[in-house]
């Protein structure tokens, strides 16, 4: 696998007050069609989430973005929007919305590996 190809990716966010528009990058979901991969890497920094807003669930939080990921990874037991294709799973997370976990816009790129690319976003992204 040495030929690069398309792949898109959002940061994942969480928006602890909607209406101060501040929030914490958890994550990244990445895309990539030739190589049929869509993921979601997460890590949420509790201290940081805290930081904006003392009273956060972080246990829903955690329940909600534990769904994002197995949605986006298409588990079998994941819902009805886990067994859409992989481009329109991905779409449909990555909608804008304005809740308590938001997207960034899709960002494109080129990749020899898509697993590879996805952890090196999320390294420099969110961790």
């Not at 938001?102 to 020899?112: L, R, Y």
Request: charged fraction near 30%; aromatic fraction near 8%; proline fraction near 2%.
């Amino acid at each position: 696998m040495s030929e690069r190809t398309v792949y898109e990716y959002a940061v994942v966010r969480v928006v602890p007050r909607v209406e101060r528009e501040e929030f914490v990058n958890v994550g990244v979901a990445l895309y990539c069609r030739r190589q049929r991969y869509a993921q979601v890497l997460l890590h949420i920094d509790e201290a940081k989430l805290k930081a904006l807003d003392a009273n956060i669930d972080v246990e829903l939080i955690k329940n909600h973005l534990t769904s994002f990921r197995r949605i986006c990874a298409g588990e079998s037991d994941a819902g009805r929007i886990a067994q859409l294709e992989q481009p329109e799973r991905f779409r449909w997370l990555t909608a804008k919305r304005s809740t308590l976990i938001q997207c960034s816009v899709t960002h494109p790129g080129m990749c020899i590996s898509a697993a590879e690319t996805h952890q090196e976003l999320f390294e420099k992204l969110v961790l």
